[in-house]
């Protein structure tokens, strides 16, 4: 951390790293100021508003914004296009607001969206859209009957813990900084207050809440384990990649209002990145992978607007966290026998002339691919209420699919279907010709 401050010229960098299994680490270098502005981050908190409302059953994602709001152009964009910057609205509301930093009020941001343009086609391709996110923050706001920013502090920032997150510079606001490429001068940027589009960029904060927030982003059990601020299941919606920033190089996709960092061995960092007149900042959670202890954010904020160096910091500071300081491995303990139905069922199977693998694995059933080497995990099954021999996939291959089980009068299994795919003891043919030969 000090080897960037010092040679990206940053004159205050405040960095936190947490994880369920270690002291919340921090670092402060350079001019004091423990509150900095954190940019686009402040979108991640509008996206688990609009997720609120959806889970009140107060809109569907799928519904045009215009039904929440009386707008007078591009009102079939949906919640779901905007959330991940697929409604190919213009990146920035009309007029030039980053020349004049003059920011509309509600009223005329509404008014203007009669002249601002479609780019793209919905769902045609990523692009960015601050005006996007502003009409998202304000449709939340209206469905729930309040302001914006009272609702994200009451809603999301109390109920978390994170008593730093503010919409104005708090008294320990650091000041930000363009510094000049050819001097040792650092210039201070212009305070900024965007009132209508406060929702795609306006708060502030601390490094440590930021590497909390990002925690509970991709790992919402370790730090909201009553799920007062979102269901579990939802934060994994918000997770999933519903586009690639970029055509060509899929190093990073966006979910639902989330930016998602693919890593090595199956893991993966959720979070936002920021930027703002003389600030940057950068937060990132890690889900999944191997050796995670759970809970695990981190976060980077920088009084500079132009040190971009930064943007890789919080993805370093987990990996490198994670290999030099390696959790505990908790020892394998026996477990309780699979249910006496479910005997026949455990062993090798083949389907599509394929070999499978099922298991009794901590309580619950499931299937593995005996020829894959990826890591991935296994499909997790669980019994359907009320019918006999009869699974749900909850998790991994076929999730959501039916898994049916045929014995014979024996009790025995000795067929299945999965996702309707026939599963014999033997591989077979489509037609049902047997080889007669099992696994290895």
Same mark, same amino acid.
């Given at each position: 951390m000090r080897q960037v401050q010092a040679h990206a010229r940053i004159p205050a960098l405040s960095v936190a790293l947490r994880r369920t299994d270690r002291p919340m680490w921090t670092l402060q270098v350079g001019e004091p100021g423990e509150s900095f502005r954190i940019g686009s981050i402040t979108?991640?908190?509008t996206a688990v508003l609009v997720m609120q409302c959806r889970d009140a059953g107060l809109i569907d994602? $799928? $519904?045009p914004i215009i039904k929440y709001l009386d707008v007078p152009a591009h009102g079939t964009m949906t919640f779901r296009r905007l959330l991940s910057h697929t409604g190919g609205l213009q990146r920035e509301p009309v007029g030039d607001v980053w020349d004049t930093l003059?920011? #509309?009020d509600v009223p005329d941001l509404v008014k203007d969206l009669a002249h601002?343009?479609?780019?793209h086609p919905p769902s045609r391709r990523f692009h960015y859209s601050n005006l996007g996110y502003a009409l998202l923050g304000h449709a939340a706001a209206k469905v729930l009957g309040g302001q914006w920013w009272p609702l994200v502090r009451d809603r999301i920032c109390r109920p978390l813990g994170l008593d730093s997150v503010s919409y104005a510079p708090p008294p320990n606001a650091a000041t930000g900084y363009l510094v000049d490429t050819y001097s040792d001068h650092a210039h201070p940027e212009p305070a900024t207050d965007f009132r209508a589009v406060a929702p795609a960029a306006q708060l502030w904060s601390t490094a440590a809440d930021m590497a909390t927030w990002a925690a509970f982003l991709a790992d919402p059990l370790a730090i909201d384990p009553d799920q007062r601020v979102l269901a579990h299941s939802t934060v994994a919606e *918000?997770?999933?990649p519903l586009t690639p920033r970029d055509e060509a190089l899929w190093? *990073? %996709?966006? %979910?639902?209002?989330? *930016?998602?960092? #693919?890593?090595?061995e199956r893991a993966l960092h959720v979070g936002h990145n920021g930027a703002m007149p003389g600030f940057l900042a950068a937060a990132a959670g890690r889900h999944g992978g191997k050796g995670n202890p759970g809970g695990v954010g981190a976060a980077v904020l920088a009084s500079s607007g132009t040190a971009s160096e930064i943007f890789d910091l919080s993805h370093r500071l987990i990996n490198e966290s994670l290999s030099d300081d390696p959790m505990e491995i908790p020892p394998w303990v026996p477990g309780e026998p699979a249910p006496a139905e479910l005997r026949t069922v455990l062993g090798r199977w083949w389907g599509e002339g394929f070999e499978y693998v099922f298991r009794w694995s901590n309580g619950r059933l499931t299937a593995s691919d005996a020829g894959d080497t990826s890591g991935a995990p296994p499909a997790v099954f669980e019994p359907v209420e009320g019918e006999t021999d009869v699974f749900r996939t909850v998790s991994g291959r076929e999730s959501g699919e039916l898994l049916r089980v045929t014995r014979a009068d024996s009790g025995e299994v000795i067929r299945m279907h999965w996702a309707t795919y026939r599963f014999t003891r033997y591989q077979e043919t489509f037609d049902g010709v047997n080889f007669g030969h099992g696994g290895g």
């Open positions: 979108k991640t908190f994602l $799928d $519904d003059a920011t #509309p601002a343009e479609a780019v *918000m997770r999933w190093s *990073m %996709g966006v %979910g639902l209002g989330l *930016m998602l960092w #693919p890593q090595a």
